[in-house]
């Protein structure tokens, strides 16, 4: 019998959909569970008889669908958020190192340059983008600080916890940054499930998975944890010995194919002391007075299998709406966000997450709306808390939903 603890998950990136890159090394994956699965719909035959028997039962159609759960950790899952936010990747790190001509402005909380052109740094330093600055002798220059206007010799940053300290342009400064926003861009992969401990090894592999949605879980107490859910197109049962031999070995680098990618190794995110800087607000300024019990976002892009007469499975993925949502609890210490849902009041969310080497992201939606909310006294010994829905909403002049930087440690 098999077990568990000898399941092995990988994937690989597809160039086209559905069709699984060879020669190409697939990449171990990390995982808590998964439920992938190849649904097969079936017909009952209408045919009357006159023993009351049925004559057949007719397949119909198949979709590969299912889920993969995880715990965060840096760098790990950065093709799957891509895919899930339709971005086209990642953006060209924003790369300022050691740069003596920048200096910190009070007046206007910016950043000045003679020579650096703020606006060709990388691909582009983007407003509403988070930066890591560093380098300055007073700490309030530095850290992470998010943009609102960029120009070639000037860079307005939000005020945020503390703001920008007059300071001449004396030292090696540095900038960095890299994010990704919601879009069009499909991404697919094909996804294998190894068991080894099975008499003949078997491998179920599933070819053009897109991510259908996704969520991320932020509690007081606990490890951040979430989910990739995925639909695709077909599902191949491969054997150590047999069908799609050639697939198999090439998932586990066998034969003369080369081996798997090994997974990372970052460390697992908590919500406790990996956390900082949660931020409510239509300026997405530091948010005082105000503490979090729990925090979920999901994304969701509607995704549908396209199906035609005479293929089983789907021959192509539909999209809809790119759906963001969430749900905070906050201790009821005072009315200020039950007024926003009240007053429908819109507002933006952010929020920093890390590990203990210091590889952080900042997940970000700059507009939200409040649809559900309730403060109740559910039972005597325990605290009241606001528990607060919202809905994501396409900001202004940003014209995006959601955004996620990330920040390698070094």
């Given amino acids: 019998m098999s077990d568990s603890n000898r399941t092995q998950m990988y994937y690989l990136p597809e160039v086209s959909w559905g069709v699984t890159p060879d020669p190409a090394a697939f990449t171990e994956m990390r995982f808590t569970s998964e439920s992938l699965s190849y649904g097969i719909q079936t017909k009952s035959s209408d045919e009357i008889r006159s023993d009351r028997q049925l004559s057949d039962l007719i397949l119909t159609g198949a979709e590969a669908t299912g889920g993969i759960n995880y715990e965060l950790s840096y760098g790990t899952y950065d093709p799957f958020l891509a895919a899930a936010l339709m971005s086209a990747g990642w953006s060209t790190p924003v790369v300022v190192a050691a740069a003596t001509d920048i200096a910190a402005v009070t007046l206007g909380n910016k950043y000045t340059s003679t020579s650096t052109d703020f606006a060709a740094v990388g691909a582009y330093i983007v407003p509403g983008q988070w930066l890591k600055v560093s380098g300055f002798a007073n700490a309030a220059n530095n850290g992470y600080k998010r943009v609102i206007s960029v120009a070639a010799g000037v860079l307005e940053v939000a005020v945020g916890e503390i703001a920008l300290v007059d300071a001449a342009a004396t030292l090696a400064i540095t900038m960095k940054g890299s994010r990704i926003r919601n ?228």
């Fill in 183 to 410: 879009g069009v861009t499909e991404s697919s992969f094909t996804l294998a499930r190894h068991h080894a401990d099975v008499g003949v090894e078997q491998m179920f592999i599933y070819t053009g998975m897109v991510v259908d949605s996704m969520d991320m879980k932020l509690a007081a107490g606990s490890i951040i944890t979430g989910a990739f859910n995925f639909k695709g197109k077909q599902e191949k049962l491969a054997q150590k010995t047999g069908a799609y031999l050639a697939l198999y070995e090439q998932v586990l680098g066998t034969g003369e194919k080369a081996g798997p990618v090994a997974a990372s190794t970052t460390q697992i995110i908590n919500a406790v002391s990996n956390v900082a800087n949660v931020i409510e607000g239509s300026s997405l300024d530091a948010m005082a007075g105000v503490y979090i019990n729990s925090l979920d976002v999901s994304i969701k892009n509607n995704a549908r299998g396209l199906t035609a007469v005479g293929s089983l499975g789907s021959v192509d993925m539909g999209y809809g709406r790119c759906d963001v949502t969430g749900n905070m609890k906050a201790y009821f210490i005072n009315n200020t966000l039950y007024d926003k849902y009240i007053n429908n009041a819109r507002s933006g969310l952010s929020f920093r997450i890390f590990d203990g080497a210091g590889n952080t992201y900042i997940v970000t939606i700059p507009t939200i709306e409040f649809n559900s909310a309730k403060v109740n006294a559910g039972g005597g010994n325990q605290d009241i808390t606001v528990d607060i829905g919202w809905t994501g909403l396409m900001h202004t002049t940003q014209l995006n939903t959601i955004q996620i930087d990330r920040f390698p440690a070094t």
